[in-house]
């Protein structure tokens, strides 16, 4: 259930971005910092579907964050989240990519470490009498 969660919260959320980015980029700059052109900016972008679709999808992604953490804690839930920016290829060079696979890995060995693979040691090195 929990891996089902961080795939829906990986995928909406960079859907999200995408749609809010190609729906401001669509929108256009801001030219003129008066109170009534703000105004009709903050309109047009409030009746822009892709940036509607955008808050929706953050919206299921938040949910489902939440969803998250009631079943597991912060330590496993943000870092295997981390996973949505290696979706994200606009702002993802390979060093950012690295280091979100590194944070992930981390993050599991951190949370659950008994499923690690251990390391096999002789009975003669850990033994007393050897000393």
């Known amino acids: 259930m929990k891996w089902l969660l961080v795939g829906i919260i990986a995928l909406c959320n960079t859907l999200g971005d995408v749609l809010n980015t190609a729906g401001m980029k669509r929108q256009g700059e801001i030219e003129d910092l008066r109170p009534r052109s703000v105004a009709a900016m903050v309109k047009r972008i409030l009746r822009n579907p892709l940036v509607l679709a955008g808050f929706g999808a953050l919206a299921v992604s938040f949910f489902a964050l939440l969803s998250l953490l009631s079943i597991t804690t912060v330590s496993f839930a ?3 989240t981390a996973i949505s920016y290696l979706l994200e290829r606009d702002f993802c060079g390979m060093r950012r990519r690295a ?3 590194l944070a992930d ?3 599991q ?3 659950a470490p008994n499923k690690l693979p251990r ?3 002789s009975a003669a090195l850990v033994s007393p009498m050897t000393m």
């Open 78 to 80: 943000v870092p295997a």
């Open 99 to 101: 280091a979100v696979l």
């Open 105 to 107: 890995y981390a993050a």
């Open 109 to 111: 060995c951190f949370v």
């Open 119 to 121: 390391a096999r040691t």
